[in-house]
């Protein structure tokens, strides 16, 4: 069984998305033969490696809303993360470009732990408000989640994986995916929004 995930660690829903993933594979009783692969999307590719504005700032900018706004929308995230043992603090997050992010994301799949560097991207960007698009940040998350210290600066040195993002870009289009997280499991799709726990488990149920 295949489930394909487009997500970017820029989004505090895709990382709800994936600790009920997790729990629905937990419960899922062959959740050994359940494949991962985690698929790249950018939110903002125009974004800059260096932080700037935080994203409340930014959305006040871009969108139109006022303050009161982005602190209730961020304790709604802070809450449902919290429901899914996750400690998201929006309000000093600083909205960075993802791509060298999301190539490290594909160099770890070969070796089986791109799941585990998705958390540390996460938790590092979400929780600590580190800057994931600093090499040096990237390269201390990606050792610290496995990956061999030459093979991950060797990455972010040149272009590798740039075009397994691409095609991923791709793909979001042809499939129809223009937000994040979108799931798909053996090729159909999970209602649109972040799944719960229990429509990602009857997907599975169904497509076992």
């Known amino acids: 069984m295949k489930i394909e995930i487009w997500s970017d660690i820029m ?9 009920r993933l997790d729990t629905a594979i937990e419960r899922f009783g062959g959740r050994d033969d359940v494949e991962v692969v985690w698929r790249s999307f950018e939110l903002r590719p ?3 490696r260096t932080p ?6 930014m959305m006040r900018q871009r969108l139109g809303l006022r303050p009161g706004d982005t602190v209730a929308l961020f304790e709604k995230i802070r809450v449902l993360g919290e429901a899914e043992g996750l400690d998201i603090r929006l309000t000093d997050v600083r909205p960075v470009n993802s791509f060298d992010a999301q190539r490290l994301v594909h160099l770890a799949a070969g070796s089986g732990r791109a799941h585990r560097l998705k958390d ?9 408000h580190q800057n ?9 998350l990606a050792t610290g989640a496995g990956l061999e210290t030459a093979a991950v600066d060797a990455v972010l040195a040149g272009d590798s994986y740039a075009r397994e993002v691409r095609e991923d870009e791709a793909a979001a289009v042809r499939h129809g995916v223009t937000g994040v997280p979108t799931v798909f499991v053996d090729g159909a ?4 929004g972040v799944p719960s726990v229990e429509q990602i488990h009857s997907a599975l149920v169904e497509a076992g």
């Not at 989004?11 to 600790?19: F, N, S, T, V």
């Open 120 to 128: 540390e991207l996460f938790k590092a960007y979400l929780t600590s």
């Open 132 to 140: 994931v698009a600093d090499h040096d940040v990237l390269s201390r």
């Open 46 to 48: 125009e974004q800059p």
């Open 52 to 57: 700037g504005a935080t994203l409340g700032e």
């Open 189 to 192: 799709r999970i209602a649109a």
């Open 11 to 19: 989004c505090p829903w895709c990382y709800i998305g994936k600790a």
